[in-house]
């Protein structure tokens, strides 16, 4: 019987290539591989957090970015990544030269003017956008719960994991920019803050959360989303950040929850919905709330953070009844 490994001699031996010639191939490969797709390791590295691996991951993909754009080696990823409508986010807009307001006095009240609005109809409803981070998941369904069949559309655009301390991850104003292009919404519920608390890059450097200049910075980053959405006839409700069991939250929740109501209050067109009263009447973290008929509902994630249907749904009571006389959806 032949034994099946003693093949036949080759026509003509294979030519054998030294073990550092492969490797070298391999690199080479791998090196062109990076230039290639050197933008998007880049924006990964500046996606990361804070730390020691995201300083060494820039020193690296800094370099390789220079290079792709020196050689072009960048054009055939940002060719591909346009023909499929993947066009990477813009980058974070500069704050120096936004003008914020003075925190308004103790004991004021935000003003308003006088809109002139339309009578809605089926065929012409309010259009509304809910937009910001994971918090407002809920909203947009609370809204719809609540508004039953008047005459609203609405539209989200919620990102989980996103807010205004890290433009590099979703550049928010950008991004709103582009929602009021598309929607033209006519009413717009925004939040953030889940997210944000963690320092910030700014273009003079790092700025420590908890510290004045990260509280001007993100003061300045509010004004940047409220002028995004700006147009007359458009309002606003800013969504203020819950009560959580989160410290770090809670530590840089008053910079935050100061900043909004700042902006808010030399804004007549845009409101602050103060989700504390609805969620945390006591002043504390609760869970469950008295549902009216001597039982106790649930309001909150298990998370400790985010608003449950039950709690989004009673954070929006007051804004939709202003909504209601607002927008004529008696």
Known sequence: MTDERNFPPEPVARRRSPAGQALAVMFTGLLVACLLNADRLDHTAHTQPFGWQRTWDLRATGPLKA????????????????????????????????????????????????????????????????????????????????????????????????????PDVTNWPAQLTSDMTSYDPEVVVVGFGGNDAQDMSTDEGRVTVGSKAWAAEYQRRVAQVLNAIEKP??????????????????????????????????????????????????????????????????????????????????????????LIKERKLF
Not at 102 to 131: E, F, M
Not at 276 to 300: F, I, N
């Open 233 to 322: 006839g458009r309002t606003v409700y800013w969504v203020g950040l819950p009560i959580t069991t989160r410290a770090n939250i809670e530590q840089a929740a008053p910079a935050m929850v100061g900043a909004e109501r700042a902006e808010i209050a030399a804004r007549p067109w845009a409101h602050f919905i103060d989700t504390h009263k609805t969620l945390s009447p006591d002043g504390t973290y609760t869970a469950y709330l008295p549902d009216g008929s001597g039982g106790e509902v649930k309001v909150r994630e298990n998370d400790g953070v985010h608003p449950n249907l039950a709690g989004a749904t009673r954070i929006v009571a007051p804004l939709v009844e202003r």
């Open 67 to 166: 290079v792709s754009h020196a050689t072009g080696l960048n054009l055939p990823r940002k060719w591909l990544a346009k023909s499929a409508g993947n066009v990477d986010p813009p980058p974070p807009q500069d704050t120096k030269t936004v003008v914020t307001a003075p925190p308004p006095p103790k004991g004021t009240t935000t003003t308003t003017r006088p809109l002139v609005v339309r009578t809605p109809t089926v065929a012409a409803p309010v259009r509304i956008l809910v937009a910001g981070d994971s918090l407002m998941g809920w909203i947009g369904p609370a809204l719809t719960k609540q508004l039953g069949s008047r005459p609203v559309k609405i539209t989200e655009d919620f990102e989980v994991g996103t807010g205004l301390a890290r």
